[in-house]
């Protein structure tokens, strides 16, 4: 007799693949013409889905059921995610991005995110009263980062390709796949100083911080010792041995596939997956040795298309795999954190003093005190890729946080003891820490989530023209595909595109910045503007054949 088999497997598996399938039919009006994205739909999916609502989908279920799974499945998911999309970010940069544009990463990752750092924790320490100084500057250091994910909206969306100039989209995408391991300091450093504290007030036990033994040193009274422990196990172990790691994996890659398709031993599915399956490697390898799988994933990305060749090589093969690959990780890692949003820890007044006035009184401090003055106060030391004080207030409030800040929470909470032996400072972070940065996680999926379609909305007021520069012909794979963002029709077998983010045979340093612009901000290029390029074009093709 046939019987019905609602396991957790087969009601996951269904509602991954029936919003895809929905989502997909209306996707081009979703990111298209709504600018709503990819997380934000997929996060008001899971809540609807998650034990607040409908109870399809509850982590705590899943598998053997064990207590505390949550957290390990969380992490899981978490590293997988981003690792993957930190190789894809990395080698779609420009040929040696780090090396060229290495002083603006600089000041990107050290005094920007120092900045971030404190002002985050100021916003935290101002608004939550039942946590230490100490506590906030851990909980702060989780949610310093910018999240490449969603970071990728405004540098390679079809807002940014209308509206947003390339150097710009390239640096926010580079210091989103870079600051996410670049976290890693400051929060052992919080954690580190907590620890420290914490011995000079009780008796020195033996025992380690962290129970597999990596991320800070052994509990120490004395700062030198902590402070060292911090330079060799975080500075030394965690950033140099990740970015060393990264580059000789990345350049290893590069030279295997360079030989692979000089002797033609590789295939287009094999290439096009060759960034996901490094992802999944150096996941794996660097989760084994303890050190910064984030930072070496998007180090190894960086690395495989440092001469230009690989993103060349996948344009030349119409690559849409990665992009499915994109599409796929941030439906289920965004519905995932949807369903496993902490409510009930959302107001906790007698414990922390959280409450919901508190918790968003906190995200709209963050959101205007946590980055926008950081780039103020530093975009003039970056002229190449900011290159006026708007410019800084885009960037500025365009670090949405996101999928890393709950990288770093899950982290954070393997570093110290359980709530039933840890000490009174300790509980008061581990109690705080978890509702405070999934808030802010699920605040700023909001309310960036809105601002591109709201910003959209006021461009189109205000007649801001989209950028008209540096054309190029795309390949029309099908009479079906809809005519990109910022494009118009060249012939029946092409389009012509402004202001693409890939451009992977190119000097950028070479690239014009300003032209002007005959484009109108809703629509393509007049038409008689259009003709005239389309002339061209066909004068270009008949001169190449005779």
């Known amino acids: ?12 598996v269904s509602v991954l693949g029936a919003f895809t399938v929905l989502y997909g039919l209306v996707a081009v009006k979703i990111k298209g013409v709504w600018y709503l994205g990819e997380a934000l739909p997929a996060v008001l999916i899971g809540i609807i889905l998650g034990p607040l609502a409908a109870k399809f989908l509850n982590a705590k279920r899943w598998g053997s059921a064990a207590p505390d799974q949550e957290d390990a499945i969380t992490l899981g998911v978490m590293r997988v995610m981003i690792g993957i999309q930190l190789v894809i970010a990395g080698y779609q940069l420009p040929a040696r991005y780090l090396q060229i544009r290495y002083k603006e990463l600089i000041v990107c990752l050290l005094p920007i995110m120092a900045l971030m750092w404190l002002a985050t924790s100021a916003c935290i320490l101002a608004t939550i009263p039942k946590v230490s100084l100490l506590a906030t500057l851990v909980i702060g250091a989780c949610v310093t980062s910018t999240d490449p994910i969603l970071s990728q909206a405004v540098a390679k969306g079809p807002f940014a390709d209308k509206y947003v100039p390339r150097p710009l989209r390239e640096i926010i995408s580079a210091e989103a796949g870079a600051n996410d391991g670049f976290a890693s300091p400051f929060l052992m450093l919080a954690v580190n100083l907590l620890r ?66 000089y002797r033609r031993w590789i295939d287009s599915e094999s290439y096009l997956l060759f960034p996901t399956a490094l992802g999944l490697f150096i996941v794996g390898t660097c989760g084994a040795i303890g050190t910064s799988d984030l930072l070496a994933c998007f180090v190894a990305g960086c690395a495989l298309n440092w001469d230009g060749q690989f993103l060349a090589e996948t344009e030349r093969r119409h690559d849409e795999v990665n992009s499915c690959i994109d599409v796929i990780l941030n439906f289920g890692g965004f519905m995932y954190i949807g369903a496993t949003l902490p409510w009930q820890e959302f107001h906790q007044p007698e414990t922390t003093g959280i409450t919901c006035p508190r918790l968003l009184g906190l995200g709209v401090l963050v ?5 926008v003055p950081a780039l103020l106060i530093t975009y003039k030391m970056m002229p190449a890729v900011v290159k006026s004080w708007k410019e800084a207030i885009f960037m500025g409030y365009f670090g949405p946080i996101g999928v890393g800040a709950v990288y770093y929470l899950q982290h954070t909470r393997l570093l110290f003891p359980k709530e039933q032996v840890a000490s009174s400072r300790e509980r008061e972070l581990l109690d705080a820490i978890c509702p405070v940065v999934y808030f802010l996680v699920f605040f700023s999926i909001v309310v960036h989530g809105l601002s591109i379609p709201i910003l959209s909305t006021i461009y189109k007021f205000c007649k801001v023209r989209p950028i008209t520069e540096d054309a190029v012909e795309l390949r029309r794979r099908s009479i079906y595909v809809p005519t990109p963002a910022n494009a118009f029709s ?35 290029v007049s038409i008689e503007s259009e003709e005239k390029k389309q002339s061209r074009m066909v004068q270009m093709r008949s001169s190449d054949t005779t």
Do not use: H
């Not at 007799?1 to 996951?12: F, R």
């Not at 911080?209 to 911090?230: C, F, Q, Y």
């Not at 060249?490 to 300003?514: C, K, M, Q, W």
């Open 196 to 261: 420290l504290t914490e011995n000079r007030r009780e008796p020195l036990v033996e025992q380690t911080i962290v129970e597999r033994g990596r991320g800070v040193g052994a509990d120490t009274n004395d700062v030198g010792i902590a402070l060292g422990n911090w330079a060799i196990e975080t500075l030394i172990y965690i950033v140099l041995l990740a970015i060393v790691y990264g580059a000789v994996i990345g350049y290893c890659a590069r030279v295997g596939v360079k030989y692979s398709l």
């Open 367 to 371: 959101l205007l005190f946590r980055r």
């Open 1 to 12: 007799m046939p019987a019905l088999d609602v396991s957790e497997l087969n009601t996951v």
């Open 490 to 524: 060249g012939d029946r077998d092409t389009f012509i595109a402004y202001n693409r983010f890939f451009r992977p045979l190119v000097n950028i340093a070479n690239l014009p910045v300003v032209r002007s612009r005959n484009q109108s901000d809703s629509e393509s």
